[in-house]
């Protein structure tokens, strides 16, 4: 494929293979010339709405056909793409749209439900709703069907390959979170790598429950498109059907994260667990025995070596053909160059730890552009002309990239990155808590819970029922933590920084709640906007808040 542009990869496609399925959700599979001339009817819709190149337009919506058509009718527009975490309420919510200065959002049903309370602190002019609404706004709102049906022309001027083409927002550490430019050619560039290393071929059907507001689903909807695969994309995932329903719709190949394994792998095994022979399974990460496990229970191979983050995706991948190293991320991608650093920037030799840099192997690479409205955030992250990941690794003589451990104070929960500040922030907001941390915990799954350590006010009793309503009307589903203890003071160095090292290496008080225990979850259907509301213990008990099995 000779196009260097998303536009134009569609287009080269459509005109070479119109026929192809190239996308499916829970209805037929599109083709590409469908998706191609309904993105252009979208984008005729995007200009009689007054969008022009580089306004920013916000999508918060699940994976479906409309968010897909207008992912690619942005990029025929020039508009810069700003998917959102459909799980966001309140102050994460606001502070996104607020941030990429977002005129037109995109939503479905569920995300209007979310949205409505803060669009007056937005400069948020227009609402594209997918399906029906009777809700009033100050917004200009219109149906994605009326969208459309515009027949106005299509911009034909096309976004060059350094241009920006989308804000991604990655998770806040020690700050709110950062939204990552990317240029288009980034997007183009990006299949290059995987299909080389054979994530993607000709022919494939990769399944995937990989949303659009993750970097990983853009992966597989550009990397279908220009190997001629075919990507089918579960609106939702579901452990205990997944792989069933991925070999209903025919896969050759499913891709998700580790996390979405191990939950697979502790379902009761089914005699036609074996039937699901595919040609390749994409887990990453998971560990060597998971990957074992997961290849004799489903016979299917397992790839897991790879690593990368929203700035640079992927950094490092590995094959099933090519050379591998069990427990590794594989190798850096071609055009990249990946280095290993001390504190002072200093190389490290060989199989020592250090932070992971990356920066472009030549002038030719299409690079992560920096933070949108955070200059001083993209200068640290651009020490010395490299690219710090923030992350702690090792390289061997071999060029064997392995993942230690996140330098960041993140979380990683349900394959999502969790910014311990916001949550932080979140939950200081109630009226009895005086301070508090949030750190991981080690979780069965392979990734991590999520605890708060809470200072309480002085004469304040807080009760776990309140408290977990609380979080549930705050927090996104996956930001809920799991335990809480309380402490008189949490340990802070002469700044009055909490020291979040001390409190990992005390471990889990006994006396901690784990609301998972206490018979405390959220529902699949009430994780959205439509879910718990402020002040209403009686509606989450029995429905949001149930007492009983975990979700």
């Known amino acids: 494929m000779k196009a260097q542009t998303i536009s134009g990869m569609l287009r080269e496609r459509a005109e070479s293979d119109p026929d192809k399925p190239h996308v499916k959700f829970d209805g037929d599979w599109l083709s590409v010339s469908h998706v191609d001339a309904a993105s252009d009817r979208a984008a005729a819709g995007l200009v009689s709405l007054g969008v022009k190149k580089g306004d920013r337009i916000g999508f918060f919506l699940a994976n479906c056909e409309a968010l897909i058509v207008l992912f690619y009718a942005c990029a025929k527009v020039g508009a810069v793409y700003v998917p959102l975490n459909i799980f966001l309420k309140g102050r994460f919510l606001e502070y996104q749209l607020h941030d990429a200065g977002v005129t037109v959002v995109v939503v479905d049903h569920d995300g209007l439900t979310a949205a409505l309370p803060i669009l007056d602190n937005t400069s948020v002019s227009d609402i594209v709703v997918v399906g029906s609404t009777d809700a009033e706004t100050r917004c200009n709102t219109i149906s994605y069907e009326s969208l459309v049906a515009s027949d106005a022309q299509v911009p034909a001027e096309e976004r060059a390959p350094r241009e920006l083409a989308a804000i991604l927002y990655t998770s806040g550490t020690t700050g709110a979170p950062k939204g990552c430019m990317l240029p288009d050619g980034y997007f183009s560039q990006l299949p290059s790598a995987l299909c080389e290393a054979g994530w993607a071929v000709a022919g494939d059907t990769i399944v995937t429950s990989f949303p659009m507001f993750h970097v990983s689903a853009v992966g597989a909807l550009l990397s279908a498109l220009v190997s001629d695969a075919s990507v089918c994309f579960q609106t939702t995932f579901s452990a205990s059907t997944f792989m069933a329903n991925a070999k209903a719709q025919g896969a050759t190949a499913v891709w998700g994260v580790g996390a979405m394994a191990s939950s697979i792998l502790a379902q009761p095994p089914s005699p036609t667990d074996g039937d699901c022979s595919m040609r390749m399974a ?207 003071s949490v340990p802070v160095n002469a700044l009055n920084k909490v020291m979040k090292h001390v409190l990992r290496e005390e471990g889990l008080p006994v006396s901690a709640w784990d609301f998972e225990e206490l018979g405390f979850s959220i529902s699949r259907d009430q994780r959205r906007g439509s879910g718990a509301t402020a002040g209403s213990v009686g509606a989450l008990t029995g429905s949001s808040l149930h007492r009983g099995a975990g979700q």
């Open 282 to 488: 994409l887990w990453v990460p998971l560990s060597v025995e998971q990957q074992e496990a997961f290849q004799r229970r489903f016979s299917t191979p397992v790839l897991s070596a790879g690593y990368g983050q929203t700035e640079v995706s992927p950094l490092t991948i590995s094959s099933l053909q090519g050379p591998r190293k069990p427990g590794s991320a594989g190798g850096c991608v071609s055009y990249l160059e990946l280095a290993v650093i001390d504190d002072d920037d200093m190389m490290v030799p060989p199989g020592g730890v250090g932070e992971i840099v990356v920066r472009p192997a030549n002038p030719n690479v299409y690079f992560f552009q920096g933070y949108w409205n955070n200059p001083q955030a993209t200068l640290d992250a651009f020490r010395n002309l490299w690219h710090h990941t923030g992350d702690y690794g090792s390289v061997d003589e071999d060029g064997f990239v392995t993942f230690v451990d996140r330098k960041k104070d993140s979380v990683r929960r349900r394959g999502e990155n969790v910014s311990s500040f916001e949550v932080e922030a979140a939950i200081a907001e109630h009226p009895g808590v005086q301070q508090v941390a949030i750190t991981a915990v080690s979780s069965p799954l392979g990734e991590d819970d999520i605890r708060a350590s809470i200072v309480a006010k002085p004469g304040c009793t807080l009760e776990p029922e309140e408290l977990f309503e609380f979080f549930c009307d705050r927090l996104p589903y996956f930001a809920v933590p799991r335990y809480v203890d309380f402490r008189e």
